[in-house]
């Protein structure tokens, strides 16, 4: 294991556990992607430092940079966010007078649900044929 992080408080595992999470992927559904267990999975998420080659695989199942797994440091996010907004900026962050049209915010946000909707259905396919790969084997 020749992969140091530059930040010693970032757990790429940790952030492996939070990206999966936020995508709503399952241990066992990364691990089959993978071609490991799921308990194989679960101890990665422990591992501070995950190899490269390895982290690279797991960022391309989960189709997000591999930086991002590298980097993501939740505490620095926390004094970032916290550190920007003081009593007063929220009042200060309201705007009354809006750049956007609120009826093409509305179908902007109609095509996004949609475009969504759509994702779903695709990840829908893949996961029934990789279930129907899963079931061929046994």
């Known amino acids: 294991m020749t992969h140091t992080t530059k930040n010693p408080k970032i757990h790429q595992g940790r952030n492996v556990k939070r990206f999966r999470d936020m995508l709503g992927i399952k241990q066992d559904s990364l691990a ?8 194989t999975i679960s101890l990665l998420e422990q591992k501070e430092i995950i190899d490269s080659p390895l982290l690279q695989q ?5 189709k997000i940079p591999v930086e991002a797994i590298q980097n993501f440091d939740e505490e620095q996010a926390v004094n970032i966010i916290s550190n920007t907004f003081d009593n007063g900026s929220i009042l200060n962050a309201i ?10 915010k509305l179908i902007q946000l109609h ?7 759509e994702r779903m ?6 996961m029934m044929a990789r279930l129907e790969q899963l079931i061929e084997r046994k």
């Open 95 to 104: 705007n009354h007078n809006p750049t956007f049209h609120p009826i093409e």
């Open 121 to 126: 259905l695709k990840e829908k396919d893949e």
């Open 58 to 62: 797991i960022a391309a199942v989960l």
């Open 32 to 39: 089959f992607d993978l071609d490991m267990s799921q308990q």
């Open 111 to 117: 095509e996004e649900k949609i475009a969504l909707y």
